[in-house]
């Protein structure tokens, strides 16, 4: 049984409908990551948020920048609704799709996520985050390892 006639029913139950479903995935940006990158997604309710100066402010530094790119991550933000991959804008959908990829809130509490090359969310934190912890922590990670 090819594997979306397993999916139909049980979407039918839940009250998607397939070609919606596969439309909201399409616009996941996460998904054309996967296997490639390792995306940390930042979302915050404005501008001038504590969480994203913090982040912008320590890649702004040639050593945590380097530590990033080495690392193959990419940096994902929503300010206020509006997403960005590194600074280049999202169109809405895609915004939408990735805020609902990670269960996240536009306009909720400042959220720090590091999203694995499996695509699975390795970590989540708040305004306190410490991108060293980060790449420590990515650094323990199988894939990195190796």
């Given at each position: ?122 970590m989540?934190e ?20 190796r």
């Amino acid at each position: 049984m090819p594997f979306t006639n397993f999916l139909k029913p049980t979407l039918a139950a839940l009250g998607v409908a397939l070609p919606l479903a596969a439309a909201a995935a399409e616009r996941n940006p996460l998904l054309a990551e996967r296997w490639k990158t390792r995306p940390v997604v930042v979302v915050v309710p404005a501008e001038g948020d504590a969480l994203l100066r913090k982040v912008e402010s320590a890649l702004r530094q040639t050593a945590t920048r380097e530590a990033f790119v080495d690392r193959e991550m990419v940096l994902y933000t929503v300010v206020a609704g509006q997403g960005r991959r590194n600074a280049q804008p999202l169109d809405a959908p895609r915004t939408r799709a990735l805020l609902a990829a990670l269960k996240l809130d536009a306009a909720g509490p400042p959220t720090f996520v590091l999203v694995g090359k499996d695509g699975g969310v390795k970590m989540t934190e708040g305004p306190d985050v410490d991108l060293q912890a980060v790449f420590a922590e990515i650094d323990r990670m199988p894939m990195r390892r190796r």
